[in-house]
């Protein structure tokens, strides 16, 4: 064990304490456009295709700037980079919240994507030291709880918050968890802890991209471009309205139980990419089941709420493994540039497919093939530790 995961293993509970705090400012800001829909048409005159962008725009940085961001957080100093990225979200959000116009809507969604960029990369590079060779996967399945966690949380204290503050309000509430987690990241991290490829001097030898990676990287991709699709889509496939908004966001609440409940079984039995593998297959199962219409809306959900437990739970488990220490960083950057691509991707080919045909049955099907080729691709990953 390197001595950076010495001095983090000490704290590590502490440390995954302060990763879920920042992630999850990270989250409430990421789920603050789509209830606010109504209110920043209203106030702003924007078009569904203007809010579409405005949804999107956070997640612009990631696909640009996350290699070399994760390679950067493998050198930088934890706590200063952290602190600075937390600084930069809540610049960001309160950009959001007051901006005068659909320019400053832009830009502050833009900005606070790239904090929430960086902070994302650390503290998952962070965990991956903090609990090198022990409760890994667990660690990692706390932390992507907080993802579901997030948008749950904001969809109900919505209406109480806008009710209460008005929309500026309930924004700036949302800015202000990215200064809550500011004195929690100090008390985590230690002044002296860096990634190891500040001292390693590897050079571009650091950045090379092996097999394994690239596999787990671009089978991560195809999981998002089918998954991502799902909460689009679903809702409209569920049958519409308040109802089929309901039924898609069990799978939400299915990914919050169960995401550490896969990570403490992964640590148990090992083998993380049969995790991946079998979660895409199953995913793809259930969208096949879903193109027949032979599964109900709810049981659907249901089950691709267990593959969001399984599949990013154990897919964020593998860059530790993988790589060397100085290079998890840039390997979790490097997984990150490609699962935004398949945001992109995903959700745009199944729209266009519904319009081509009118219904979901060809979106479902290539969705399902997509998974299918992304479980396939994550058995190129090899055997694990």
Same mark, same amino acid.
């Given at each position: 064990m390197n001595d950076a995961s010495n001095i983090l293993g000490q704290r590590r509970w502490l440390v995954l304490a302060s990763a879920v705090v920042s992630f999850f400012a990270v989250g409430t800001t990421f789920f603050a456009v789509p209830p606010l829909v109504p209110a920043l048409s209203e106030a702003y005159g924007l078009s569904h295709l203007h809010l579409g962008f405005l949804m999107g725009a956070i997640a612009v940085p990631a696909i640009f700037l996350s290699i070399p961001l994760g390679a950067a957080v493998d050198r930088w100093p934890a706590r200063a980079a952290g602190n600075l990225a937390l600084m930069v979200m809540f610049g960001g959000a309160a950009l959001f919240a007051l901006a005068p116009g659909y @320019?400053?809507? +832009?830009? @502050?969604?833009?900005?606070? @994507?790239?904090?929430? +960029?960086? =902070?994302?990369?650390? !503290?998952?590079? #962070?965990? *991956?030291?903090?609990? *090198?060779?022990?409760?890994?996967?667990?660690?990692? @399945?706390?932390? =992507?709880?907080?993802?579901?966690?997030? =948008?749950?949380? !904001?969809?109900?204290?919505?209406?109480? #918050?806008?009710?209460?503050?008005?929309?500026?309000?309930? +924004?700036?509430? +949302?800015?202000? #968890?990215?200064a809550v987690a500011l004195p929690l990241h100090s008390l985590a991290i230690p002044r002296n802890v860096r990634g190891q490829a500040a001292a390693a001097k590897e050079g571009s030898k650091s950045l090379t991209v092996g097999r394994p990676l690239f596999a787990l990287g671009f089978s991560w991709m195809l999981f998002f471009a089918a998954y991502a699709a799902v909460p689009t889509f679903a809702p409209g496939w569920a049958g519409g309205g308040k109802g089929g908004l309901l039924t898609v966001t069990v799978l939400m609440w299915v990914a919050l139980v169960f995401s550490p409940l896969a990570g403490a079984v992964i640590d148990r039995v090992g083998r993380p990419v049969a995790w991946v593998v079998l979660g895409q297959?199953?995913?793809?199962? !259930?969208?096949?089941? =879903?193109?027949? *219409?032979?599964v109900p809306p709810l049981v659907a959900m249901l089950l691709v709420g267990l593959c969001l437990s399984a599949v990013p739970t154990a897919t964020y488990a593998l860059p530790g493994r993988l790589v060397p220490p100085e290079r998890v960083g840039f390997a979790f950057g490097f997984i990150t540039a490609f699962s935004n691509l398949g945001t992109v991707i995903g959700p745009p080919v199944a729209g266009a497919l519904w319009d081509a045909t009118g219904g979901w049955t060809l979106s479902w099907a290539v969705l399902a093939v997509i998974a299918v080729v992304g479980g396939g691709v994550a058995g190129l990953i090899g055997k694990t530790e």
């Open positions: @320019g400053a809507l +832009l830009g @502050g969604r833009i900005v606070f @994507g790239i904090g929430g +960029l960086v =902070m994302n990369l650390l !503290v998952a590079r #962070l965990i *991956s030291d903090a609990f *090198s060779g022990r409760q890994l996967a667990l660690a990692m @399945g706390f932390f =992507m709880a907080v993802y579901p966690a997030s =948008m749950i949380v !904001v969809y109900s204290v919505h209406p109480f #918050l806008f009710e209460t503050l008005g929309r500026q309000g309930e +924004l700036m509430i +949302l800015a202000a #968890l990215a297959l199953l995913l793809a199962g !259930v969208l096949a089941l =879903m193109s027949a *219409s032979l």
